[in-house]
């Protein structure tokens, strides 16, 4: 079998809890979003993933023609990749493909929104840290019931309010349950965010 991305995956000791895929932002490694991880869940098994994209020398999940501009036939492309490695993954670790909440930052949150956006049933929920609307004028698929927590910054230069509350509103026009944070705050990735995070985690997925 081949295991087409770089990646790392520590076994949980909960083995109900669901498997946290980390997906880091535009310069990130696989070891990023560790802490978070732990954070977020520390009874799951945990998967994280490096973009196999690289720019300037700095991994991505997938190409940008500008800053804000994507490159859809990438997007759509990497989307793809990453959707297949899940099921690769689930087989050689052992884990429940049905199972997998990703939690996404910048970059991880748009490719991660990109699974949600182009397969039913590819995440079980979704941790979406600063994303953008990853591409428009498609149809979703019914995301019925699937939990999605979205972290936004008033102040982000990148995902301006419009573009996440756009997002919102395409999650649940396709039928999953949003929670939307708002900081003052950038870009950047905040405590408040990450326990905030934490804190929807183990409500809605009943973690002890």
Not at 59 to 65: A, C, G, I, N, S
Not at 86 to 115: H, K, M, P
Request: glycine share 10%.
């Amino acid at each position: 079998m081949t295991m087409k991305m770089k990646h790392l995956y520590i076994k949980g000791k909960n083995e109900e809890a669901p498997v946290l895929l980390m997906l880091h932002g535009t310069g990130g490694t696989e070891r990023d979003l560790l802490g978070l991880a732990e954070l977020i869940s520390p009874g799951s098994s945990v998967l994280s993933v490096r973009g196999n994209v690289l720019e300037n020398g700095m991994p991505r999940f997938f190409r940008r023609l500008a800053e804000g501009v994507f490159d859809i036939e990438d997007l759509v492309y990497r989307t793809g990749e990453l959707h297949e490695f899940l099921a690769e993954a689930a087989t050689e670790y052992g884990f429940d493909r049905s199972n997998i909440v990703a939690a996404g930052y910048s970059n991880g949150a748009n490719i991660a929104g990109s699974l949600l956006f182009h397969y039913k049933d590819s995440l079980k929920g979704a941790i979406l840290l600063h994303p953008m609307v990853p591409l428009r004028g498609i149809k979703l698929p019914d995301l019925s019931g699937v939990p999605v927590f979205i972290a936004a910054g008033e102040n982000d230069p990148l995902c301006p309010p419009t573009e996440t509350k756009e997002l919102d509103a395409l999650l649940r026009e396709a039928g999953a349950v949003v929670e939307v944070r708002w900081d003052r705050f950038g870009h950047q990735l905040t405590s408040a965010e990450a326990h905030a995070a934490a804190a929807w985690f183990k409500q809605t997925f009943a973690i002890e």
